[in-house]
């Protein structure tokens, strides 16, 4: 019997959850057909996206080898691909070394993700949106605290001892957190007065966590104002320059650093590899996953529009998401094969959960029209399961 080849573009958190799914379901596979099943991704690894302020706080790595996920039975591919020739059933792409290349496929799942969106250069700061961005941050804010030491002028002390945090999303929320904690600990081992340390996270929003009930947001902003964050609402960061931030109500503050947390725009990629996209730039599926106007390709994950079609309404870009559209997405791949009905989207529950530094976390959902809130150390044991799971890890 002809072996099939799927070929599944991103080893991040959708992509890893499609290759786990379609490799334990095939076992036997369609009409005993083998399956040979491709990674393709930029990096060896695995990046845990959503752990990107760890790195600006600890040396935690947050890469993970994506051999090290899946020992055997997958084949890797480290390239980038460039475009998709869906009439013909194959993508190209260029290889570590530059080298372009070309691959058939059978089945195609696209999973490239999202970028962090960049405030514009002029607007200074540092955007936490790589790995690098994140090195950066720490380096600065430890370099900071160590002038802070010397410096006599109190003024220039208190100014490096401060900390801008612009956007209140997620990573925003536990960014601050973050900061606040180690900040502070790392001036009392400086000698420093740690009371001296200013986080401050802006939100143009009027309170935090406009996807969920007031009272959440009102308890996270307690918590986080217990761990030394102070959060500003209805305010926009319009630029730091020089040591100096500037805000959309005309109030300036000297700043020793500025990250800006500003959420996810769709892969550029993929305006350029010739599959449907929607006008801000996601892919273009129905309600089972297959890309507008192909056969054979699914999307799954930040980079495609995906809509429950029994609600109308929209899937979040968050792991939780990637991870149950993973799951659902090999049912649809075998239903198609075989020429059954296939399932359709069917929207997450709401649960969202944040770290709110070292072993303190929140986790809120709501069931039987009742709002659950989780807090302290049961919030952060479901935050790390959260963080874990999605990455494939114990
Ligand atoms: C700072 C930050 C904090 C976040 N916090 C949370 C949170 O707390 N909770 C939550 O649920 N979500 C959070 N998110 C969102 C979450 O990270 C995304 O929803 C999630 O990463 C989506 O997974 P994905 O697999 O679709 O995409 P990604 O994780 O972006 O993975 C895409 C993969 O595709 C690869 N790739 C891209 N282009 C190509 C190409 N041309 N060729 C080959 N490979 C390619 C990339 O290398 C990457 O491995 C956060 C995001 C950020 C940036």
């Known amino acids: ?84 020739e869906s009439g013909e059933k194959k993508l190209n792409y260029t290889d570590v070394k530059g080298n372009k290349n070309t691959m058939q496929y059978d089945i195609l799942v696209v999973a490239a993700g999202s970028v962090v969106r960049q405030p514009d250069p002029s607007q200074g700061g540092i955007a936490l949106a790589s790995l690098d961005d994140s090195h950066k941050i720490k380096e600065t804010w430890r370099a ?26 997620i990573s925003g929320i536990e960014t601050s957190a973050e900061l606040a904690h180690y900040v502070h600990e790392e001036a009392v081992k400086l000698g420093l007065d740690s009371n001296a340390v200013r986080i401050n996270l802006y939100n143009t929003n009027k309170s935090l966590f406009p996807d969920g009930p007031v009272k959440v947001g009102r308890k996270l902003e307690h918590s986080l104002r217990a761990s030394g964050v102070t959060v500003q609402h209805g305010v926009k960061v319009l630029h730091e320059k020089d040591g100096t931030l500037t805000l959309s109500n005309g109030e300036t503050l000297s700043v020793g650093l500025c990250v800006w ?86 929207g997450f529950i709401d649960f969202f959960c944040f770290g709110l530094g070292p072993e303190q976390g929140m986790a809120w959902t709501r069931m039987w029209g009742m709002d659950l809130v989780f807090t302290g150390k049961l919030g952060w044991r479901l935050r790390k399961f959260t963080w874990n799971s999605a990455s494939l890890l114990k």
């Open 1 to 84: 019997m002809k072996e099939l080849t799927c070929i599944v573009i991103g080893g991040g958190y959708a992509g890893i959850h499609a290759i786990k799914a379609i490799r334990n379901t095939w076992k036997g596979g369609v009409n005993k057909r083998p399956l040979r099943l491709i990674l393709i991704d930029k990096n060896p690894f695995h990046f845990r996206k959503v752990l990107l302020f760890k790195p600006a706080v600890t040396n935690e790595d947050i890469r993970v080898p994506l051999t090290q996920l899946f020992p055997e039975g997958i084949e890797f591919v480290q390239a980038t691909v460039t475009n998709i």
């Open 144 to 169: 900071n605290l160590k002038k802070a030491v010397a410096e006599t002028n109190a003024r220039e002390r208190q100014r490096l001892m401060t900390i801008a945090v612009c956007g209140a999303g």
């Open 261 to 346: 947390t500003l959420g996810l725009l769709p892969n550029p990629m993929l305006r350029n590899i010739k599959l449907p996209v929607t006008s801000d730039g996601f892919l273009i599926v129905d309600s089972s996953y297959r890309v507008q106007g192909t056969t054979g390709v699914y999307s799954i994950g930040d980079c495609a529009r995906i809509v429950d079609p029994a609600s109308g309404r929209a899937d979040g870009k968050t792991c939780k998401e990637a991870t149950a559209q993973a799951a659902r997405l090999v049912k649809i791949v075998l239903a198609d094969l075989e020429g059954r009905p296939a399932p359709v989207h069917k």
